[in-house]
């Protein structure tokens, strides 16, 4: 293990914390700050846009780790605060108005929702990417009010189902022609769409928001084909952006992320950048480069990120399935795998009309990604496929193995 004595975390969500445990777990026995912008403990993301939107959960309850698991970490926590400035030279991060050295640097800063910055003077508009936010959402999702959603992503298809079952009149407003084409195909956006509409949520398809009504708070939405509805609470899901604008001068290259090689290192040494923020290599995907803002990759980058750190000489590449999963009322959506690159896609198991559904992506002969409604055990086998990767032929014979 290399001389470093001071390792500085920026990012106090999910990778920032791994990171900090890995660190630990992997022998660093030096000074470890973790730097958060937030004022709460790090907490776990994924439940902001579920259960903490159909109960009344506590937000304590999605702490990342326990008061004795911070103190068996023995971090420097500096929470509130946010980093304004990075010096490579010097090796300091700038918080707060003042520096903090470090031998060694994890960025897990993140990202942040994109906005209808038109709008902002607004209230009653929301992102979700905060426990804050969650709980000002929350406090909108009273029965039978109107809830406008834009988006029909994973994050506003979540805030509708959570919506409806607390009895609210939902309205998903999707600018193309099925949610989730883009990412999922047609076919599979046209399943998606379906699962909506049976839940009760009136969903807009191939239109926009032109103009958003109301003195201080929001009370009519008017769409680009002209339609207008009421609205006590729009909810906006529109994507996310990195936070890299604090390294503005730090000398790192930055494109939509932080741009790392293959072992997440920033390009300068001892500086690796993990998360939704990171933008890397992946070399199952043939080493072609991403920024993912999966929940695993996170993990994921965490773990890699402080082994490399830590042992520079033996240095691993990051190589992944990625995968992604959403809970929407009784239903999971589960995605592995580059299903944003393929050729065709073809329907494995169930059908577009049933809420039971498994797909294959295609690119070449080979098979590339999966995609499961409602098919968990199969997702699995289809999975590990990839994890080996199977060519389309075995995908073709998997599907009739489990047919027959």
């Not at 009136?202 to 002209?226: C, F, H, P, S, Y």
């Not at 690159?341 to 295609?362: H, K, N, P």
């Amino acid at each position: 293990m290399n001389n470093l004595k001071k390792i500085v975390v920026v990012g106090a969500s999910l990778a920032g914390v791994r990171a900090c445990q890995n660190l630990r777990r992997e022998g660093f026995e030096g000074q470890l700050t973790l730097v958060g912008e937030e004022k709460h403990l790090p907490y776990d993301r994924p439940p902001l846009s579920k259960t903490m939107l159909t109960s009344d959960q506590d937000p304590l309850e999605l702490t990342l780790v326990s008061n004795s698991d911070l103190s068996d970490l023995q971090l420097e926590l500096v929470l509130g605060e946010h980093a304004t400035a990075l010096d490579t030279e010097r090796r300091e991060v700038t918080v707060g108005g003042e520096g903090i050295s470090y031998d060694g640097l994890v960025i897990a800063t993140g990202a942040r929702a994109r906005k209808l910055s038109k709008f902002d003077h607004i209230e009653g508009i929301h992102t979700l990417r905060t426990v804050d936010d969650a709980l000002a959402i929350r406090s909108g999702l009273e029965s039978s009010s109107t809830i406008v959603i834009v988006g029909a992503g994973f994050i506003g298809s979540e805030v509708a189902a959570a919506a409806k079952q607390r009895d609210c009149q939902v309205t998903i407003v999707e600018a193309n022609a099925a949610p989730l084409v883009r990412g999922l195909g047609i076919e599979v956006g046209n399943a998606y769409a379906n699962i909506h509409r049976s839940n009760g949520i009136d969903l807009r398809l191939g239109v926009g928001i032109k103009d958003i009504n109301g003195g201080a708070d929001i009370e009519e939405v008017t769409l680009t084909d002209g339609s207008s509805m009421p609205a006590e609470l729009l909810v906006v899901g529109i994507g996310a952006v990195p936070n890299t604008e604090w390294l503005a001068t730090s000398g790192l290259s930055l494109d939509d992320g932080v741009v790392c090689d293959e072992t997440l290192n920033a390009g300068i040494p001892g500086v690796y950048a993990v998360g939704d923020v990171a933008k890397a290599p992946n070399r199952w995907l043939g080493g072609r480069v991403r920024r993912t803002e999966h929940w695993t990759t996170a993990t994921e980058h965490a773990a890699l990120a402080a082994k490399n750190l830590l042992t520079p000489e033996d240095s691993e590449p990051y190589n992944s399935v990625p995968f992604i999963w959403s809970d929407q009322n009784e239903d999971r959506i589960q995605v592995a795998g580059d299903t944003t690159d393929f050729d065709e896609v073809q329907i494995f198991g169930g059908s577009t009309e049933d809420q039971d559904l498994i797909a294959g992506y295609r690119h070449g002969n080979s098979l590339v990604g999966v995609m499961a409604l409602n098919n968990m055990r199969t997702f699995v086998k289809y999975r590990r496929l990839l994890a080996s990767h199977g060519s389309w032929q075995d995908a073709l014979d998997l599907s009739q193995e489990l047919q027959s």
